[in-house]
């Protein structure tokens, strides 16, 4: 069974930062390109991020290049996001999707992690 | 990057009767060399994560009961739930995965019983 279990979400002043973390099981991880997608408080989803199976290649939202760095640990089945610089419109739950086999639609989510920017 | 616009925003359907909900995208999202549509479906459930229901723009994902259904090409598309039942209430998200490196959502359709 495929699970994803993030972690990390905190209370966080503007300016801040923070990283968050995705253990993942249940499939084989270095094989699949991994997602973080986030949805602010009874808003819709925004994707945030990609990186490839092996990490070579990561992309990013408009909203977060330049403060957000994605990367991953396949010795460990993890996912993470490095969040410089946070806003309040970077206030949301942040959630851990992995892609389906390289065509980049999520085929499993994680319950989500909060984060909340706010002084 | 490519915009997604749903609508209706929210719908109200008796159970039993066929809830339709659209989504329309800025540009194309069939590739040409493989005719295919880079259009997906999502379920959100109060409190839940999204759960994958349609890619490819018309096949199911295994385990999806099969009043749910999507359809269209190019820049238009549907997805059908046949014959509403009280599980299905829910808001519904098209996603395009035409452009990998920015890929879009549509703003949510709310599906309530009547």
């Known amino acids: 069974e495929v699970q994803l279990v993030e972690s990390g979400g905190v209370v966080v002043q503007p300016g801040g930062s923070l990283r968050l973390s995705c253990a993942a099981s249940g499939f084989t991880f270095d094989d699949y390109a991994m997602h973080w997608v986030r949805q602010a408080p009874g808003k819709g989803l925004e994707w945030v991020s990609l990186?490839?199976?092996?990490?070579?290649?990561?992309y990013y939202a408009d909203s977060v290049k330049g403060r957000f760095t994605i990367s991953r640990d396949n010795s460990k089945n993890s996912l993470y996001l490095q969040m410089n610089s946070l806003r309040a419109e970077d206030t949301a739950l942040y959630y851990c999707a992995k892609d389906n086999g390289g065509d980049c639609y999520f085929d499993y989510w994680g319950q989500g992690t909060l984060v909340t920017v706010s002084s | 990057d490519i915009v997604m616009t749903q609508s209706p925003d929210s719908l109200a359907v008796s159970l039993g009767e066929r809830a339709t909900i659209n989504c329309k995208s800025s540009?194309?999202?069939?590739?040409?060399?493989?005719?295919?549509?880079?259009l997906a479906w999502y379920q959100q459930k109060p409190g839940q994560p999204p759960k994958l229901l349609i890619y490819w723009a018309s096949t199911r994902e295994s385990g999806v009961p099969d009043r749910f259904s999507g359809s269209g090409s190019g820049t238009d598309f549907t997805l059908t739930i046949s014959s509403l039942q009280a599980e299905d209430v829910a808001v519904y998200y098209c996603?395009?995965?035409?452009?990998?490196?920015?890929?879009?959502f549509g703003g949510g359709t709310k599906v309530e019983i009547k």
């Open positions: 540009q194309s999202v069939l590739y040409s060399s493989n005719n295919k549509n880079y």
């Open positions: 996603q395009q995965y035409y452009s990998t490196r920015a890929l879009t």
């Open positions: 990186i490839s199976w092996d990490g070579g290649s990561t």
